[in-house]
């Protein structure tokens, strides 16, 4: 009803918080234009549905660009098709550069949450859990552009063996999370380190650390 222009936009301009439960398409991907009708929305949660990307670049609602969206906290949860966040075949998702806070838990498919093709720039929260398909969270190669995460939690990912991978195994530049101030990894069976690589890491406010249950755990950083 949305998409096909049958409810009034002015009601739907007001809405600034939307959950989205069991809720299925024909396809597997998030229909996009069905969010852009909603201008005005900060917060947006999608329980046990079947998608296998949530953003792309194109829209199935005509006259409603990406750019107007004003998200701020996507949450993810169970959605046991989902490859990806962002469909990587996209040129242009500006829609997702104000997120503040991005959870994801119960996403079993799930081949990596940050990648170096989308900026969350903006980023202050990120929080994974129960995510049985990552072996790690982000590359090396986007951490200059999380200049604004401020907590980091990470828990019951099976398959993890480092949070940040680096894209070439002989770089030991320095990486600096200027914001971060805490910073959780708990039961991670297989985490090895916060970085397999030699890169050197600076948390220059960083008030409180939790490692907890990572039993195969043996240095924090080669760096």
């Known amino acids: ?17 939307l959950r989205l439960r069991c809720f299925h398409d024909e396809f597997d991907k998030f229909p996009s234009g069905f969010l852009q009708r909603f201008k005005n929305l900060n917060k947006l949660k999608v329980t046990c549905s079947s998608f296998t990307y949530i953003f792309s670049s194109g829209s199935e609602c005509a006259g409603h660009s990406e750019t107007t969206m004003k998200l701020r906290s996507l949450e993810l949860v ?3 098709n989902l490859e990806f966040i ?8 500006p829609v997702i550069q104000d997120i503040e806070t991005l959870i994801v838990y119960g996403c079993s498919r799930l081949n990596h949450i940050l990648s170096s093709s ?13 995510c049985a398909g990552l072996k790690n969270i982000l590359k090396s190669s986007i951490v200059t552009s999380l200049q604004n995460l ?29 914001k971060l101030w805490f910073l ?18 600076k948390f220059p406010l960083l008030a409180t650390l939790f490692v907890i249950n990572c039993p195969m755990m043996e240095t924090f950083s080669q760096g």
Do not use: W
């Not at 962002?86 to 998702?93: G, N, Y």
């Open 86 to 93: 962002c469909e990587e075949k996209s040129e242009r998702l």
């Open 184 to 201: 959780q990894l708990s039961n991670l069976p297989r985490l090895r380190s916060f970085c397999k690589g030699i890169h050197g890491f």
């Open 78 to 80: 169970k959605l046991d």
């Open 118 to 130: 989308v900026r969350f720039e903006n980023l202050e929260q990120l929080q994974v859990g129960n």
């Open 150 to 178: 401020r907590k980091l939690r990470i828990y019951q990912c099976e398959k993890i063996e480092e949070i940040v991978a680096s894209d070439d195994k002989s770089d030991a530049s320095e990486l600096v999370f200027m």
């Open 1 to 17: 009803m949305i998409c096909n222009g049958q409810l009034n936009d002015e009601r739907i301009y007001t809405i600034t918080d």
